[in-house]
């Protein structure tokens, strides 16, 4: 907790959670599917689907996948936005066991053609967790660089990326890893304490057994 | 140094600084940033309030339809003679502005929370206009504003989901009265006094939000968070204490958030949430 915690964000009303947290777990699931969404569908569960329209709910995920910030005037018009940039969109609500009352999942196509399923609740203050990558359950805030590699569950995978880290002089503040059974895919999400240059990902994704890297860099300034 | 967990030990450990610079100080070595980085993003949150209030369009509407053009009427009726003089009426104004400014989706600073934006800027904003703070002292203010917040948020809270509307509107009143004090150049006891007497005030208030909207009541609630830190800063500054020291307020304001019905924490699904106008007004959120 610091000070600018209590004070801010500057952020697009009305709520905290509901609006400014939204915006933020759309721009995470952007980064985490490293290209431009084309297609999303959002499933609501829990507040966000009984007064997520009446907070702007459904724009400020628009938003937030569509790259704007919480603070961006242009939030509450997310949607001709959308048009303009070609991301089709649907919603609907859903029931997720044991979840958080604000959470949304949220099914992804990129451009590129890639396909991600991203699970995120809105905790309060505009502080969000990603729980939920491709089926497989996950736990970061976003708070800190992170990077996400989906890999083939087989030896040497953690080894080899945190290999590239700390030649990189990257520290790991966080590291878990979740498979969907053995030698099935694996997602391992790794936070760290410093910003995580395109080269790192780039050489990660050469190794073997790694199919995909996405990297997220929080945008303190733009929380303020 | 640690971060503060109670008044008495952010008063006590401002070593020799004055109270605002302690908390600047003290932040910017927890979290590691320079003194110029934190008054320059403390400079763009008072930036963003005074945007917020400059682009106010009495004519906007909520989504809901239920909120909008009352921070219009109150600045009209400040045109001509008023009940409680220019300066309260321009707080009243000001706190209704942002407040309909948030749930209409427009650009705010949350403070602590975004449904209490108003009370901080209804106090500040006219207060440098009345009383003639210059921009420098308002951004000191704000920190000092935010030391208190730390504290109520570590020893209370300032969620309405956890302690109900006493944690948000209360805490941002109770932020926004040491801040007025400084401004009056009062003492840090006496902030810490006004502080608490603004907590003590608003106990229990409940949060109740019809169709779990950030729009009735809160917006008209930042009026009374506003005028409450008023009137606990002149208590404060009147030599008027409070009995109850100010760390044993805010552990009562927690122990009261927590035995608040769930239905009376920001469910939409008691007190003026269920009133018949609101059932009838969002059937299907209740």
Redesign the interface.
């Known amino acids: 907790?610091?000070?600018?915690?209590?004070?801010?964000?500057?952020?697009?009303?009305?709520?905290?959670s509901h609006?400014?947290g939204a915006v933020r777990i759309g721009l995470v699931a952007r980064a985490l599917l490293g290209q431009a969404p084309e297609e999303a569908q959002l499933l609501l569960h829990g507040?966000f689907a009984?007064?997520g329209?009446?907070?702007?709910t459904y724009?400020a995920l628009v938003a937030g996948l569509l790259g704007l910030a919480p603070?961006d005037?242009r939030?509450?018009n997310s949607f001709a936005l959308a048009q303009e940039q070609g991301l089709r969109f649907s919603f609907d609500t859903c029931q997720l066991r044991d979840a958080h009352p604000n959470s949304v999942l949220l099914h992804l196509r990129g451009r590129e053609g890639r396909k991600l399923e991203v699970g995120a609740s809105s905790v309060?203050?505009?502080r969000i967790r990603v729980f939920l990558l491709d089926g497989l359950p996950a736990s970061f805030d976003g708070e800190l660089p992170t990077l996400v590699v989906h890999n083939t569950d087989q030896p040497g995978c953690v080894s080899q990326v945190t290999g590239v880290l700390a030649r990189q002089g990257i520290n790991v503040a966080a590291l878990q890893l979740n498979r969907g059974g053995r030698g099935g895919s694996a997602v391992m999400v790794l936070e760290c304490d410093q910003p995580l240059p395109p080269s790192a990902a780039e050489e990660i994704l050469t190794l073997p057994g790694i199919l995909h890297v996405s990297v997220y860099t929080p945008d303190k300034e733009a929380r303020? | 140094m640690i971060?503060f967990t109670s008044i008495a030990q952010m008063l006590q450990g401002t070593d020799g600084l004055p109270l605002w610079e302690a908390?600047l100080e003290s932040?910017c070595r927890?979290?590691g940033i320079s003194r110029e980085t934190?008054l320059e993003?403390?400079s763009?949150?008072l930036q963003?309030m005074e945007d917020a209030r400059r682009d106010y369009d009495p004519q906007q509407r909520?989504?809901?339809g239920l909120v909008g053009g009352d921070g219009g009427r109150m600045a009209r009726y400040g045109e001509g003679d008023t009940l409680c003089g220019p300066f309260f009426t321009e707080v009243m104004a000001c706190a209704l502005t942002m407040g309909e400014?948030?749930?209409?989706?427009?650009?705010?600073?949350?403070?602590?929370?975004?449904?209490a934006?108003g009370v901080?800027p209804a106090v500040l904003l006219p207060y440098a206009r009345h009383f003639g703070a210059s921009r420098e002292e308002l951004i000191r203010a704000?920190?000092v504003?935010?030391?208190f917040?730390?504290i109520l948020?570590?020893r209370a809270s300032?969620?309405g989901?956890e302690g109900g509307c006493q944690a948000e509107i209360g805490s941002a009143s109770a932020?926004a009265a040491p801040a007025v004090v400084y401004l009056q150049g009062g003492t840090p006891e006496q902030m810490a006094h006004s502080c608490a007497m603004a907590v003590k005030n608003l106990l229990g208030l409940v949060c109740d939000p019809v169709?779990?909207?950030?729009?009735v009541p809160c917006v008209k609630r930042n009026v009374i968070g506003a005028m409450n830190a008023l009137s606990a800063a002149q208590m404060a500054l009147a030599g008027i204490t409070s009995r109850i020291p100010p760390d044993q307020v805010l552990d009562a304001m927690a122990e009261v958030g927590r035995a608040l019905p769930r239905s009376l924490r920001e469910t939409?699904t008691g007190g003026l949430a269920a009133t018949p106008f609101a059932r009838e007004r969002f059937p299907?959120?209740l």
Not at chain 1, 53 to 56: F, R
Not at chain 2, 101 to 115: H, L, Q
Request: charged fraction near 15%; aromatic fraction near 2%.
């Open positions: 907790m610091n000070l600018f915690d209590i004070l801010g964000p500057v952020m697009v009303g009305p709520s905290s609006t400014a507040s009984s007064t329209k009446g907070h702007g724009q603070d005037a939030v509450p309060g203050g505009g303020l | 971060q908390i932040d927890s979290q934190s993003r403390m763009r949150l963003a909520s989504a809901s400014c948030n749930a209409c989706m427009k650009r705010i600073v949350a403070a602590p929370t975004a449904g934006c901080l704000l920190y504003a935010s030391g917040g730390m948020a570590a300032i969620s989901a932020m169709g779990g909207l950030v729009e939409g299907r959120e």
